[in-house]
Each structure stands twice: as C-alpha cells, then as structure tokens.
C-alpha cells in the first residue's frame, strides 16, 4: 500500500506564495495520475489540481494561473506551487493517487494578514 505525506504548509500572508509536496513511500507517480484536493471547515472538498502520468495538468478556474503542479519521479514526489495567495485558499490541502482512496494527512494553509 503507497504511503503519502503532505507537507509545506503554514501562515502565509495575502499575494504570498507556498510550496507544498507530497512523498510517496514508493515509486506511483509514474504509473498513476496525481490530484490535489483541498478542504475548508464548513466546505465540501474542492479539486485543486492534478497531473497525469504524461505530464498533463489540468486546474479548476479558481487556481488557474497561481497554482503550478509537477513532480519529480525520482524523489516519489509531487508539488504545489501556490502564488498569489487568498484568504479564501485557506484550507486542509491533500494529495491523492487518482482512482483510489490513497491520500495522505493533509497539510494546513492559512492565508491571512
């Protein structure tokens, strides 16, 4: 069973940027698609983004053009760039393997002055 790991998350100030990434504990990213979701108190989750096996991305009009995902096969890794960052991006983000329950614990960001 793949183990993921979320992590970079934190206090950001509005307009600010963060990284977060996403360790898998074994080679997937290279044989399954990869999505972000994130999840506010009181919302339902939300599609952030996702990246095929191909390298396709593919994000919701709320994150497109300050939301940038990769992954680097070698590390079992995959990242959000997050720029220009909003109060309302506040939330519980999480990583997943498309297709099944695999995700990880999350990883808090918080987006206020």
């Known amino acids: 069973q793949v183990q993921l790991v979320e992590s970079g998350g934190g206090l950001v100030q509005p307009g600010g940027s963060r990284r977060l990434s996403c360790a898998a504990s074994r080679s997937v990213f290279s044989i399954a698609a990869m999505n972000w979701y994130r999840q506010a108190p009181g919302k339902q989750q939300e599609f952030v983004a996702s990246?095929?096996?191909?390298?396709?991305?593919n994000y919701p009009d709320s994150v497109k053009g300050r939301f940038t995902v990769s992954r680097d096969n070698a590390k079992n890794t995959v990242y959000l760039q997050m720029n220009s960052l909003k109060p309302e991006d506040t939330a519980v983000y999480y990583c997943n393997v498309r297709g099944t329950a695999i995700r990880g614990q999350g990883t808090q960001v918080t987006v206020s002055s």
């Open positions: 990246i095929t096996t191909g390298g396709s991305t």
